[in-house]
T-cell receptor, first 112, second 113 residues
Framework: NAGVTQTPKFQVLKTGQSMTLQCAQD?????MYWYRQDPGMGLRLIYY???????DKGEVPNGYNVSRLNKREFSLRLESAAPSQTSVYFC???????????FGSGTRLTVV | QKEVEQNSGPLSVPEGAIASLNCTYS??????FFWYRQYSGKSPELIMF????GDKEDGRFTAQLNKASQYVSLLIRDSQPSDSATYLC?????????????FGKGTLLTVNP
């Protein structure tokens, strides 16, 4: 079982470029989440999808968009990357969250 | 603002000792609580969760919850160097049928051989 798969693992972008971070889970979970992790800031929720067809903003949604493509896949898009978006991005999934999340391996993004 | 607070550490203990990690939360509506371990450069992995007042034991790990004091702790007995990692505390709040986790900033634990 792969669990939660994120691609790419590393990415360097120039300011103003766009990119999409991909996430897929094979556990038939209903809910999926995108977090960013910065030194001294902990994990902060960007967007989440409680179920297929729904998405909602989290704590730090500005500068991001998401798409819940189907039950398996939840993508995060940066339309115009900024240096402040340099971070490690984690995708997670859960049945409902009540039993915790399973995290992907992360994407380390640097915006120069 | 729902907050989860942890001492950032580092917490340093000798091998074989008990490591005690603490966490407080602000939202009384929080229903369940989680401890994750995160090795440097890796993703968080779930160690255990607790939702009832009292203690819950799993091998060398014991989670403790006191909802009246809004306090959660994790005890690691017989600490090993392989336990050296950052430990994240999280509280789950329900919004309809979906639970969102709010994470603390983590406590860095170092176990010295």
């Amino acid at each position: 079982n792969a669990g939660v798969t994120q691609t790419p693992k590393f990415q360097v972008l120039k300011t103003g470029q766009s990119m999409t971070l991909q996430c897929a889970q094979d556990m038939n979970h209903n809910s999926m989440y995108w977090y960013r992790q910065d030194p001294g800031m902990g994990l902060r929720l960007i967007y989440y999808s409680a179920s297929e067809g729904t998405t909602d903003k989290g704590e730090v949604p500005n500068g991001y968009n998401v798409s819940r493509l189907n039950k398996r896949e939840f993508s995060l898009r940066l339309e115009s990357a900024a240096p402040s978006q340099t971070s490690v991005y984690f995708c997670a999934s859960s049945e409902s969250g009540a039993l915790g999340y399973t995290f992907g391996s992360g994407t380390r993004l640097t915006v120069v | 603002q729902k907050e989860v607070e942890q001492n950032s550490g580092p917490l340093s203990v000798p091998e074989g000792a008990i490591a005690s990690l603490n966490c407080t939360y602000s939202d009384r509506g929080s229903q369940s609580f989680f401890w994750y371990r995160q090795y440097s450069g890796k993703s968080p992995e779930l160690i255990m969760f607790i939702y009832s007042n009292g203690d819950k034991e799993d091998g060398r790990f014991t989670a403790q919850l006191n909802k009246a004091s809004q306090y959660v702790s994790l005890l690691i007995r017989d600490s090993q160097p392989s336990d050296s990692a950052t430990y994240l505390c999280a509280a789950a709040n329900s919004g309809g049928s979906n639970y969102k986790l709010t994470f603390g900033k983590g406590t860095l634990l170092t176990v010295n051989p």
